[in-house]
C-alpha cells in the first residue's frame, strides 16, 4: 500500500478520533458491533487468527515492521480504513500513557452458545458473573495456555471485548471463542451433549488432585466477592477443593481457574 | 468506646480527609511509613494478625456489626485516631465508587530482607520488577493459600503498600511477610542458607509437574512483559516450564506463581 492511501489525522475533535475514543465505553461498541485492540503483537495474532481490523490506526514516527507492512496490506485489500495520527491522539484513543504504536478496530464475534463446537477441545472455561475485565482477559489467556475451546460467560459478567479484558487476554481474544448466556441457556446447552461441569467449591467436595475430570471438561469459577450460587454448584458434576492453608477461604477467580485447568490438563493428558 | 471519643469529619477540606487521600500516592505513603487498607474483613483479618491501625475512619450510617465494635476498641485502647465521615468522603479517600463502610491506616512493616526467618515456611514467592498492583496483590492472596512465608519483590516492582495491592491481597497483605531487595542483594541473602530458587523458564527448563522441589523452595517469577533477565534464570537451582498448548508463550504473572506454587506445595507435601 502506498502511503497516500493512507488518512492523516490531526485534530482532536475529528469525528474519527470521537468515534474510536466512544469504543472505550460498552454501549458504542455493543451499538456499532466493534472492540479495539492495541499493540503490534495483539493485531498480528489477529490477523493470524484470521481477523483482519475495520480501521487501522497507527502512529506517526513508529519504526517500521514488516509485519506492519503486512497488516496494513491486508487492511486495504479488505476495503479497511487505514490512519496515520500522533502519539498523543492515539493516547486518547486507547487510554493508556504509553499506547503501542498501532491499534485496530474489530468486528465483535458471534457470541451465542449454539457457535460452539464442545468437540473441539477437552477443556472450556465458565465464568459466573466475573466483573473484573482484568479476571476475564486473564481466564482467556490461560484457555490459550491450557489448550481450551473457549470461555463461557453466564449471567452479568464483565465485557470481554473491553479494552481491559482484550489487553489482558494478550491476543488470546483472539483464539478463545466466547459465548455469552445466562445459567439457564448455558445449562440447557450443556446437557444436550456430553460435558462435565466441574467447580472449585468448598461443598461436598473432592481434592482437586487427582479428581475423575473428563472431556470435555468445563471449568466453572464464580463472582469474584459472592462465589458461585448454591443452585449452580449443586448442578455441577463434580466439585473439587484446592487446598487453602492460610486466612483465606478462596483464590483469586482467575487464579482458581488456571490452578484447577491445569490440573484437569495434566489429568487428561495421563 | 463511647461515640462522644469519635471525631466526626462533615467537610471535604478538612485536613485528614487531604492527608488520608494523599496516602493513595506513594510518596506520600512512604513521606509517613503508613498504609491504607479498607474493608471490615480485611481490617479484622489485619486485627486477628496483630495489626492495629493507628486511624479508624468508619461511614456514618453503616450496619452495626461486633467485629467493629472490637476493632474500634481496639484502636481506642492503642490511643489511636477514630474518626466517622460521610460515604461520599470515603469514596474520595479510597478512591472507590462503592467504598467499604471502613478503613483503617497502618504503619508499613519492615520490609528488609534480615527481617525473613526462611525457616518457617516450605514456600516463598519471588516477584521481579512486577509492575501492575493487582498482580503483586494476587500473589499475596495466593501465598496465604498455599501457606507460603511471604513476598520477596525484587528489582523496581509495584508498591505492596498501594490501596490497589492491599485490595487484591484480600488480607494477605497483614499475614504474608513482604521483603524489598535488589537482585544483587536477594542472591547474597538467599546463598547465606539454605534454598532452592526455582523460575519458569523456557531455557533448559524440565517439565514444572514431578520436577524435583526441595523447600524452602523460593518461585521466583519475573516483569509482566519482558520476563526474568537471563542472568537470573541462569542462577537459578531448577527452571521448569509449564505446557503451552496455544499461541501465547507465557501466562499472566501472578497466575505463572499460583500454578507454580501449587504444584510446588503438591510436591512437598506427598
Redesign the interface.
Known amino acids: 500500500m502506498s502511503s497516500s492511501d493512507r488518512r492523516e489525522i490531526t485534530g482532536f475533535s475529528n469525528p474519527t478520533v470521537k468515534y474510536l475514543r466512544s469504543l472505550r465505553e460498552k454501549k458504542h461498541r455493543k451499538r456499532e458491533g466493534v472492540f479495539l485492540a492495541e499493540g503490534l503483537r495483539l493485531l498480528t495474532?489477529a490477523r493470524?487468527?484470521g481477523h483482519v481490523p475495520k480501521t487501522l490506526v497507527m502512529a506517526k514516527g513508529r519504526d517500521a515492521h514488516p509485519l506492519l507492512d503486512a497488516l496494513e496490506a491486508d487492511v486495504a485489500a479488505a476495503g479497511g480504513d487505514v490512519i496515520e495520527t500522533s502519539t498523543d491522539i492515539l493516547t486518547k484513543i486507547t487510554g493508556k500513557d504509553n499506547p503501542q504504536a498501532v491499534a485496530g478496530v474489530f468486528t465483535e464475534f458471534d457470541t451465542s452458545l449454539a457457535a460452539l463446537d464442545r468437540s473441539k477441545a477437552n477443556i472450556w472455561l465458565v465464568a459466573q458473573a466475573l466483573r473484573d475485565p482484568?479476571n476475564l482477559g486473564?481466564m482467556l489467556?490461560?484457555?490459550?495456555?491450557?489448550?481450551a475451546g473457549g470461555l463461557i460467560l453466564i449471567d452479568d459478567c464483565a465485557d470481554p471485548f473491553s479494552v481491559e479484558a482484550v489487553r489482558?487476554s494478550?491476543?488470546?481474544v483472539f483464539?478463545q471463542q466466547i459465548a455469552q448466556a445466562n445459567w439457564d441457556e448455558f445449562i440447557t446447552w450443556l446437557r444436550q451433549g456430553e460435558g462435565q461441569l466441574v467447580a472449585a467449591s468448598l461443598r461436598d467436595a473432592v481434592p482437586y488432585?487427582g479428581a475423575p475430570y473428563a472431556a470435555p471438561c468445563f471449568v466453572l469459577v464464580g463472582n469474584e466477592s459472592r462465589g458461585l450460587p448454591e443452585e449452580y454448584e449443586l448442578a455441577c458434576d463434580l466439585r473439587v477443593t484446592?487446598?487453602?492453608?492460610?486466612?483465606?477461604d478462596?483464590?483469586?477467580a482467575?487464579?482458581a481457574a488456571?490452578?484447577l485447568s491445569?490440573e484437569v490438563?495434566?489429568s487428561l493428558?495421563s
Do not use: F, H, Q
Open positions: 495474532d493470524e487468527c482484568g486473564t489467556r490461560t484457555g490459550d495456555a491450557v489448550g489482558a494478550m491476543g488470546a483464539t488432585r484446592m487446598p487453602m492453608k492460610g486466612r483465606a478462596s483464590l483469586n482467575a487464579v488456571a490452578v491445569y490438563l495434566a493428558d
